[in-house]
């Protein structure tokens, strides 16, 4: 089976809408249909393009921050 997920991490303050249309083109080029990008912030710009993505190509960028992710691992220690 050929499944597998892209992941970009970048480590700056708030992620930007150049950042995010060069992923998307890395998961159109890889033909995914889902990918991660983590950051610790998203400009609005970031988040809208996201959203405008998807509705364009079907294609789903799941927007995770340092802080989802870390509160996230504290919940499942907690249950």
Known sequence: MDVWYPIQVKQKD???????DSFEAA???????TGFFVAFDYSED??????AFFKRS?????????????????????V
């Open 46 to 51: 970031a988040l809208e393009e996201i959203s």
């Open 14 to 20: 708030k992620v930007g809408r150049p950042e995010i």
């Open 27 to 33: 998961l159109q080029r890889e033909k995914r249909t």
């Open 58 to 78: 079907g294609i789903m960028i799941r927007a995770l921050t340092v802080k989802d992710i870390l509160d996230e691992q504290i919940a499942r220690k907690l």
